[in-house]
Nanobody, 120 residues
């Protein structure tokens, strides 16, 4: 059963940076559309950014100018570079991706989530 594996969360001071990564757990599965969502305590999960396989980007207003989503198709990995982090960015960040295999079977997956805490 293919899964999305996330890494890169942690504790950072305000103004700092983090980079999150998301990859499929097994070879033979490829990310089509990849994205990042976040959920802060007591709030609904919200979109942060998405990227298509061709590189088309979409950002939430809160992410524009500070966060950059990118991908490395050779590594089958989607990244989220987060700069100028603020306390309000504190949340569990989830990778979401539409993945497909050699048979062109598509499925939408969620990662397990990685905690990002911005605090001094």
């Amino acid at each position: 059963q293919v899964q999305l594996v996330e890494s890169g969360g942690g504790l950072v001071q305000p103004g700092g940076s983090l980079r999150l990564s998301c990859s499929a757990s097994e070879s033979g599965f490829f990310i089509n559309v990849g994205g990042w969502y976040r959920q802060a305590p007591g709030k609904q999960r919200e979109l942060v950014a998405t990227i298509t396989r061709g590189g088309s980007l979409n950002y939430a207003d809160s992410a524009k100018g500070r966060f950059t989503i990118s991908r490395d198709n050779a590594k089958n990995t989607v990244y989220l570079q987060m700069n100028s982090l603020k306390a309000v960015d504190t949340a569990v960040y989830y990778c979401n991706a539409e993945v497909y295999d050699y048979r062109r079977t598509y499925q939408t997956l969620w990662g397990q989530g990685t905690q990002v805490t911005v605090s001094s």
